[in-house]
């Protein structure tokens, strides 16, 4: 069995950033991420009926990996070059670690 960890978040965007975090900011975002040791994969899906509503996948090595990552991402919260990407966001409605089982 793998120590690989799949990170599901769910959150929306607020309406009026939604265009400039599909082409601007989830990208930028994404590089960060990937910088991280352990990172293997990162996706990100959007609601066909509910416009605002992502959903990111990423694969982490193992769960220490992906705690570290989201330590540091909130860590990151407080620094003003992140403002326009967190300023997009309306909430988080789901933040879940998972392991695969069969």
């Known amino acids: 069995m793998t120590d690989q960890v799949v990170e599901l978040v769910i959150y929306k965007i607020k309406p009026n950033q939604v265009e400039n975090y599909q082409s601007k900011i989830i990208h ?3 590089e960060l991420v990937k910088s991280f040791d352990g ?3 990162y996706k990100t899906y ?3 009926k ?3 509503l992502f959903v990111d996948q990423v694969e982490w090595r ?3 990996s992906a705690e570290f990552a989201a330590e540091k991402v909130k860590e990151m919260q407080d ?3 992140y403002a326009p990407y967190l300023s997009a966001f309306e909430e988080v409605k789901f ?3 998972l392991k695969h089982v069969a």
């Open 28 to 30: 930028h975002f994404r």
């Open 79 to 81: 620094d003003e070059i």
């Open 50 to 52: 509910e416009e605002g």
């Open 62 to 64: 193992d769960l220490a």
């Open 95 to 97: 933040f879940l670690h």
């Open 39 to 41: 990172m293997i994969g």
């Open 46 to 48: 959007c609601a066909i």
